[in-house]
């Protein structure tokens, strides 16, 4: 059953791309007394090690930890906070958005003109993010900046919740799911080294893994996310990412890399041997850190598996929890099988 109660806590920390450092440590706190070595390095990342003595292929279980979100970039004279978007986010989806900005987590609302005072064609144009701007009841840029320096950092002041048996939505779930799997997985025994690292800077370009995985070179890598769910009315079957309730994500290939032939069948093969649900990816987009993975030194045989997501990049996502349970199954039984279990 999953952890709903780490998932949560995962789920409404604040963790921007550079910033994570509430959700590394509500990690830390959680995997403590259940490796020999935890350690962060200069990028942020943060690494779970154990048995690295014992015999076997060493197996890095990866899954990042920051998410989509703002940066605050200019304060004018009256206290609005004017920003960037850090990572993919759709412009269309910030304005009239409750959001937290700041070490302190200051409440705001992305403003935009009220429908009465926009005239006709200002209604069907697309939203330019430049005239956006966050209001925290400020009324002077003094203000505001005592509350809010230049350069912090926000995110959409969504909470997760239950909307209805085994289904939650909240916001991060790329990839605070991946994130709490890790962590359930890295608690387990095993007879072969197993190393989890918990990225930074994923969603600005791949960047903490680009680096954290030449720290101990694994032999095998197995991605952990939250990915795409388009199963939805305005979307043709054939460009349905996935489905949510048909479980795990298995990526074949993306837009950075192919994951590995021979891994990937011994992992539909512990599926069907154990009868967890699967489903591939049905569309090539985005990327994962296992691209810069792969590339470790002499190269890392790489597998990604993940939870359907709706809604991802946006101020509030979907999951189902028996999809959650599957995915941490299917993971834990390919590793079981990996040691004759």
């Known amino acids: 059953m999953a952890n709903i109660e780490l998932i949560e806590k995962l789920s409404n920390a604040c963790g921007i791309s550079g910033d994570e450092r509430e959700v590394r440590n509500i990690i830390r706190d959680e995997i403590k007394g259940y490796t020999e070595n935890i350690s962060v390095d200069s990028l942020g990342n943060l690494f779970a090690i154990k048995g690295l003595e014992k015999p076997g292929p060493k197996v890095l279980l990866n899954a990042h930890m920051d998410e989509i979100g703002l940066i605050v970039s200019r304060i004018d004279d009256k206290g609005f906070l004017y920003f960037k978007s850090v990572g993919g986010i759709d ?13 302190n987590m200051v409440r705001g609302v992305i403003g935009i003109k009220a429908i009465h005072l926009q005239k006709k064609d200002e209604r069907s144009q697309t939203i330019d993010l430049n005239a956006l701007y966050i209001d925290i009841g400020a009324n002077e840029a003094k203000e505001a900046e005592k509350l809010v320096p230049l350069g912090s950092v926000g995110t959409f002041d969504t909470a997760f919740e239950k909307i209805t048996s085994g289904r939650y939505i909240g916001k991060a779930f790329d ?10 997985l890295i608690k387990e025994t095993y007879k072969f080294p197993v190393m989890a690292l918990f990225s ?9 893994a680009s680096v954290g995985a030449f720290k101990y070179t694994p032999d095998l890598s197995i991605t952990i996310e939250g990915t795409i769910s388009a199963d939805l009315p305005e979307v043709k079957d054939h460009l349905k990412c996935s489905r949510l309730g048909e479980g795990p994500v298995i990526t074949i ?25 699967y489903q591939f990816k049905q569309v090539i987009a985005g990327a994962t850190d296992s691209a810069k993975i792969q590339l470790t030194k002499g190269g890392v045989k790489v597998l990604v598996v993940a939870v359907p997501v709706r809604y991802i990049h946006s101020p509030v996502s ?3 929890e028996i999809d959650y349970d599957n995915t941490k199954s299917l993971i834990f039984e390919f590793l079981k099988a990996m040691q004759g279990g």
Not at 175 to 184: F, P, Q, V
Not at 201 to 206: A, M, R, T, V, Y
Not at 253 to 276: G, H, Y
């Open 91 to 103: 412009d269309r989806l910030f304005p009239g958005k409750r959001v937290v900005v700041g070490k």
């Open 175 to 184: 990839d605070r799911l991946g994130c709490s799997i890790a962590i359930e």
């Open 200 to 208: 930074s800077q994923e969603e600005i370009g791949l960047r903490g």
């Open 253 to 277: 290939k993306d837009k950075s890399m192919i994951t590995d032939n021979e891994l990937r069948k011994k992992l539909i093969s512990v599926a069907k041997k154990k009868n967890i649900p």
């Open 318 to 320: 979907l999951f189902y």
